[in-house]
């Protein structure tokens, strides 16, 4: 079953409360996934958010780009203003190291499950990834981890 619930975490007020999810779900989710958003946010933010989601012994899978490509650069789109040129839109963005992702994890009840994995452009995947991806040679890109909620 997919269920959509609608929490503001960046909003001040908002972010005290945890996400209202429908009765059914009370309990929080089996498992939680989110790929590339962590950059977006806060850690400690983000990090009690997954706590509240997800159910005791429930299960994250997270990934998010990694340190050494976000100091080089930032999530964006390219979009086209009102008079037809191509603009690149940045929001607001973090850089969370992969320590700091487990220990802002950890703080909130999530511990990792195996270890964390980390992945860098090479040459013998650049046909994988696309000629742009040439820049990103010998750079760490993304970084994963399991996490579970501990039971308390």
Request: aromatic fraction near 8%; glycine fraction near 8%; charge should be negative.
């Given at each position: 079953?997919l269920a959509?619930c609608?929490h503001d ?21 089996d ?11 806060p850690?400690a933010?983000?990090a009690a958010?997954?706590?509240a ?8 899978l ?13 999530a964006g789109?390219?979009s086209?203003?009102g008079e037809?040129r ?5 929001g ?5 190291g992969v ?6 994890a950890?703080?909130?009840g999530l511990?990792?499950v195996?270890?964390?994995?980390e992945r ?10 696309g000629e742009?991806g040439g820049k ?11 996490l579970?909620r501990?039971?308390?």
């Open positions: 079953m959509l609608k975490f960046l909003d001040a007020e908002d972010a005290q409360r945890p996400p209202l999810l429908p009765p059914d779900l009370a309990a929080g989710f498992a939680v996934l989110t790929t590339l958003v962590l950059e977006h946010f850690l933010t983000f958010l997954l706590r989601l997800v159910r005791p012994a429930g299960l994250v997270l990934t998010n780009m990694h340190p050494d490509m976000g100091a080089r650069s930032q789109f390219v086209t203003d037809g191509q603009v690149k839109i940045r607001k963005s973090w850089v969370h320590e700091e992702t487990v220990d802002g950890h703080a909130e511990d990792v195996g270890s964390v994995g860098a452009v090479t040459e013998d995947i650049l046909g994988l990834v742009r990103w040679v010998g750079c760490k890109v993304w970084y994963g981890m399991v579970r501990r039971i308390q």
